[in-house]
């Protein structure tokens, strides 16, 4: 094997130009003659535009144009499409209420764009939206969850601001083990509204050919090839195939940047009216304002158990909010990757779930890092860390009663999936292990001699990545394809050009996949360049979001390489006159079997574009795609442990420790992943300690800026003790599963079961901070 | 207004607005496009640079402040062939992943090693550090990137 192939820790290619300054990023693209757009955003939650005076802005230097929704809609701009439809349990269709890029007439949410300035300096455009008169007529704003329902109604036509009440799993068999429960646990809670905040904002770079009716859009999305068809075939900006979408190098998603969002929609719509090319990058507040933003549940979770602590069954209710519009993915978050995640590791026989989704006066709510699982996850490990406690069990102990049993697989749970394989109980033992479990008492005594608390906490999650198959996906409501494209493109040289839908915004897919190719086709790594992120490069592809990339993406590459290895041998033996089936290809080296006549893999390629006497049936050239599409979701599954120390004088909650051992299949790279994993955690800790987007009761973002939303610092963290187990995921090549969003899905329960159990208290709401902390003590 | 100042060590005389701010200059004029901008508060540090031996953030310095200043951006740290050590460990530790933060933190982090003279540790080093935010890498490897490099410096 070679040291840079599969498995091997492999040093980043990408990161020569990031260290450098290098990098290319959105706002790093200038184009020449281009202008500059500011968005005029609602500073209220909720109000009709009455009238819009940009008599001011446009008179005011160097401004090119002011434009409003009405505008956009004369041109034929569409509204922003949702691209999952989720049905009520009654049958009926989700409420959609239509999203103009820009309002026209009345604004849902404080940061919702109205217009638009162009102008020819970033200052100019600033200062000429300043200058826009808008008369409002306040409307009382929905901005409670909780009472979001009985509010006024927001949508025309949407009644309760309800867009949907949708349930999963067998109602009456989970009354009737209830009825006979020996002991039932029961929470309340809320998920905390999280704001994405990758440290890139987003960004557009517009660019309009009048001669060709070409559009150009570098913009900072996650799946380029997405945000062109959404463009073309909902928004009609362009036809598809006028219409090239570049993703660059872009700074972090973490979901926020799947999404059509309006500003890039917008500046892409001027550039044509102004025949200018046109910029715009969001500063922070913006944001802050007008990113998706994540989470925000209110759940009612029971878990029912038997006198042994075996589970029965378990019921769960939430409210989940979508702000004030359906953002692209936002309907499929609070269902299908999170009703369908409430098994857990466990071999709970029924599960019944009610999701009742709906609309508020706040930003709109979509998928971030771990998109409905990690509030899944919270649930299950939330009910059953408590009714370890409520029982007397070791809370190690009962997860083991319980857990679905390597020889269960494949195992069918009461929330529709089929899990293919995991050995959960390995990944709990190695964590044991790691965190000494044995030495928790004395090192909790050590911390009470200190006058301080300790506590310790359990998250064996689930979840399931790689969404697919496409064909169930789209009985459901999917909008789209969940497969992904690859080409692997042999140049006469030898050396390979790799394409692959899947995007890169620091996952390092440029490594990976080059590794993946190297290992498979026995090319040097240096001799396999990957390129990703343009519709005008690539043919198709879906993008990067739920940790599918290597497990769908990676897979679609071993597939297309699989086809250059069949036709390469075609060519071999057709050069060495001998039959395609005698072929052999192992390292590199086509060599006829029983024989001493090879080929090597760039003689080969060689003759593919120098085709010397080839038969009629054997087509020159060594190119070749796949379409992958999954036979089912992969399932990473892991057990965090997390050890925390709290100061009951003020609160603080120190996390001391974090132990987390994943199972995700076959690993590519192990230093990537780790840095997966390290990622997942602080953001999930954030959730835990530090992050919440806060409305004020008047509908204002409180946590508009770094100053008031609390993102995780160096020194809010410890390092991480990070380890593995492996079953290889049984139905992709590579037998991969995906670690992206392990991280943020495993860590708030984990961080939580710590926080409670130091503080001996049943629930505490996140982001536990220092006055929630002190407060819980002072009651306690 | 006039603003000479040298970065990177070539001597530029511009012509400025008063209200530019420095990383404006070191981004719109001087093309130098690996310092970024994280946020409009001075609290993510993609900006940082070195201005007269010091790491600043570029977002809150005036371009007037600048005046005849010497100003190290990532772009004059080290080319691939000639890396700073902070540079290379970086890469090494796997300290970047979507790279944004990146030219930033590796300047916040030479100047913490320079002003720690040879005192460093982990609590440190995110003491150090917290001026710079990272959302990609939890700052595990990133510690570990800037306490290898301390040993090289």
Same mark, same amino acid.
């Given at each position: ?780 | ?60 310095? !005036?371009?007037?402040? =600048? ?10 740290? &080290?080319?691939? %062939? /000639? +890396? ?27 100047? !913490?090693?320079?002003? =720690? ?10 003491? &150090?550090?917290? %001026? /710079? +935010? ?20």
């Amino acid at each position: 094997m070679s040291d840079q192939g599969i498995g091997q820790r492999v040093k980043r290619r990408e990161d020569v130009r990031f260290i450098t300054g290098k990098g290319r990023y959105t706002d790093d693209i200038n184009l020449p003659g281009q202008a500059y757009a500011v968005f005029v955003r609602s500073p209220h939650p909720r109000a009709r535009i009455k009238t819009i005076d940009a008599s001011a802005a446009r008179k005011a230097p160097g401004v090119v144009g002011v434009f409003t929704g009405k505008d956009l809609a004369a041109d034929g701009i569409g509204a922003l499409p949702c691209g999952w439809l989720v049905k009520s349990k009654d049958g009926s269709d989700m409420k959609v209420p239509p999203r103009p890029p820009l309002a026209i007439e009345t604004v849902n949410f404080v940061g919702e764009p109205y217009a638009v300035v162009i102008a020819e300096t970033l200052g100019q455009a600033r200062a000429a939206a300043a200058l826009v008169e808008t008369d409002f007529e306040e409307l009382e704003p929905v901005v409670s969850l909780a009472e979001a329902t009985a509010g006024p109604q927001i949508h025309e036509g949407i009644e309760a601001n309800r867009c949907y009440d949708w349930e999963l799993g067998d109602q009456a068999a989970v009354d009737a083990a209830f009825a006979k429960a020996a002991h039932v646990t029961k929470l309340e809670f809320a998920n905390n509204r999280l704001i994405p905040n990758a440290i890139e904002p987003r960004a557009a770079v517009a660019t309009y050919s009048a001669p060709t009716e070409e559009f150009t859009l570098y913009t900072t999305s996650q799946n380029p090839h997405l945000e062109r068809l959404i463009l073309a075939a909902f928004v009609n900006l362009a036809p598809e195939h006028k219409l090239r979408v570049i993703s660059p190098d872009v700074g972090g998603g973490f979901g926020s940047k799947i999404f059509v969002y309006p500003e890039e929609t917008a500046a892409a719509w001027a550039a044509r009216r102004t025949n200018r090319p046109v910029k715009w990058t969001a500063d922070r507040s913006e944001a802050f304002l007008s990113d998706a933003h994540g989470r925000d549940h209110l759940t009612t979770a029971e878990l029912a158990l038997d006198a042994a602590g075996t589970f029965l069954a378990m019921r769960v209710r939430t409210r989940a909010n979508l702000g004030a519009y359906l953002s692209t993915f936002a309907s499929s978050v609070p269902t299908y990757l999170y009703g369908t995640l409430l098994a857990g590791q466990y071999r709970t026989p029924a599960i019944h779930v009610e999701v009742e989704a709906v609309f508020t006066n706040t930003a709109p709510v979509d998928a971030y890092r771990g998109a409905g699982r990690p509030e899944a996850t919270y649930v299950v490990e939330r009910l059953v860390e408590t009714a370890a406690r409520e029982t007397g069990v070791d809370p190690a102990e009962l997860r083991r009663r319980n857990f679905i049993q390597p020889d269960q697989f494949p195992y069918e749970t009461p929330v529709a999936l089929v899990y293919d394989t995991g050995d959960y109980q390995a990944s709990l033992e190695k964590a044991l292990k790691q965190i000494d479990y044995a030495g928790f008492p004395a090192r909790r005594k050590v911390s009470e001699a200190a006058g301080k608390r300790r506590g310790l906490g359990f998250s064996c999650y689930i979840e399931a990545c790689g969404l697919a198959p496409s064909q169930l996906a789209i009985q459901l409501g999917a909008g789209v394809g969940l497969y992904e494209s690859g080409e692997v493109r042999v140049n006469p040289t030898g050396s390979v050009t790799v394409f692959t839908g899947s995007h890169s915004h620091g996952q390092g897919h440029e490594t990976t996949f080059a590794q993946i190719v190297s290992d498979k086709l026995g090319v040097p790594f240096e001799s396999v360049e990957v390129v990703h992120g343009d519709t005008g490069r690539l043919e198709f592809g879906l993008g990067t979001y739920g940790s599918r990339s290597v497990a769908v993406g990676g897979s679609a590459l071993i597939k297309a390489s699989d086809k250059i290895i069949a036709k390469g041998k075609r060519i071999a033996a057709h050069m060495l006159e001998s039959a395609p089936d005698d072929v052999d290809f192992d390292e590199g080296v086509f060599a006829v079997r029983k024989t001493n006549k090879s080929l090597t893999f760039g003689e080969v390629a060689f003759a593919a574009y120098v085709p010397a006497n080839f038969p009629e049936d054997l087509e020159p050239g060594l190119s070749e795609k796949s379409f992958y599409d999954p036979k089912n979701f992969t399932f990473p599954a892991g057990c965090h442990i997390a050890e925390v120390e709290v100061d009951p004088e003020t609160g603080v909650v120190v996390l001391v420790r974090f132990v987390a051992v994943d199972d995700f299949g076959e690993v590519i790279n192990p230093m990537i992943v780790e840095g997966q994993v390290h990622g997942g955690i602080a953001q999930g800790v954030g959730q835990a300690l530090l992050e919440h987007g806060i409305y004020d009761e008047s509908g204002q973002l409180v946590t508009g800026s770094f100053m008031d939303y609390c993102m995780p610092r160096a020194d809010d963290l410890p390092s991480f003790e990070v380890d593995t187990t492996v079953t290889p995921c049984t139905h992709n090549p590579l037998g991969v599963k995906g670690c992206g969003e392990a991280g943020a899905i495993g860590a708030p329960a984990a961080v939580m079961n710590a926080v409670t159990d130091a503080l001996r208290v049943k629930d505490l709401a996140m982001p536990a901070s220092p006055e929630r902390v002190w407060r819980a003590l002072q009651a306690a | 207004m006039k603003l000479s100042l040298t970065v990177n060590e070539t001597a530029h005389e511009l012509e400025v607005a008063p209200n530019a701010l420095l990383v404006e200059i070191i981004r719109g004029d001087l093309g130098l496009t690996g310092t970024h901008v994280g946020c409009d508060t001075s609290q993510c540090g993609a900006c940082t640079v070195e201005m007269d031996g010091r790491a600043v953030k570029s977002c809150t310095v !005036l371009a007037g402040q =600048a005046q005849d200043a010497r100003v190290t951006t990532i772009e004059g740290l &080290g080319a691939p %062939g /000639n +890396l700073h050590p902070m540079q290379t460990a970086f890469q090494a530790h796997h300290a970047l992943q979507c790279g944004f933060c990146t030219p930033g933190m590796i300047i916040s982090a030479i100047d !913490l090693v320079k002003r =720690a003279d040879g005192r460093l540790d982990e609590a440190a080093v995110r003491e &150090g550090l917290a %001026g /710079n +935010l990272c959302r990609c890498t939890g700052y595990h490897n990133i510690v570990e990137a800037v306490l290898a490099a301390a040993g090289q410096m």
